[in-house]
């Protein structure tokens, strides 16, 4: 049987930015993810606690999504829950994750998935330090970690346009 060409890229890109038309889910993985960020960001999997990248990492920086690269959270929200996931008391900013009810595996959850690509990209829990009362228990595999160190300078005051 013959098989249907594979639709170009671009036609793709269009699809996926034209209103009312749902973007063609990938049932492949792409080339530039991880086969661990592929199973976190576009299969929902849950990396086992204590075995990713992040979990006990207390550098400053961003957490940006493994595969858009949106800022989604800041060391500075970081807090060590114990639980072996990288766990932060709330987003970056809050348009950019979103929150959807999750009943898999017979529990009553709330997903967080980036705002802007959909990747799935852990749960969040009202058991969280006092601060917001929430715990955003994250995958590690779903973010790429950007140190302030490699973040561009702001401009320091007299030096940049735009003085009045
Ligand atoms: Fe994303």
């Known amino acids: 049987m013959k098989t249907l060409p594979a639709l ?7 699809l996926a930015e034209a209103p009312g038309v ?5 049932t492949t993985r792409a080339a530039s993810l991880s086969a661990d960020a592929w199973h976190c960001l576009r299969m929902k999997g849950t990396e086992r606690p204590f075995s ?5 990492q207390h550098e400053p920086g961003v957490y940006r999504c493994g595969d858009c690269r949106t800022v989604l959270f800041d060391s500075k929200h970081k807090f060590d829950s114990g639980t072996g996931w990288p766990s932060f008391d709330r ?18 959850r709330t997903e967080v998935q980036c705002a802007r690509c959909g990747g799935h990209l852990g749960h969040v829990f009202d058991d969280g330090p006092a601060t917001t009362g929430q715990r ?3 995958n590690s595999a779903s973010l790429v970690f950007v140190p302030d160190s490699l973040r561009p300078e702001p401009p320091r005051p007299g030096k940049g346009k735009g003085r009045s």
């Open 8 to 14: 170009p890229a671009l036609l793709l890109a269009v």
């Open 22 to 26: 749902a973007a063609p889910v990938p």
């Open 52 to 56: 990713g990248a992040f979990w006990d």
């Open 91 to 108: 987003p970056a900013a809050s348009a950019s994750v979103r929150l959807v009810a999750d009943r898999s595996y017979g529990m009553v």
């Open 136 to 138: 955003y228990c994250i």
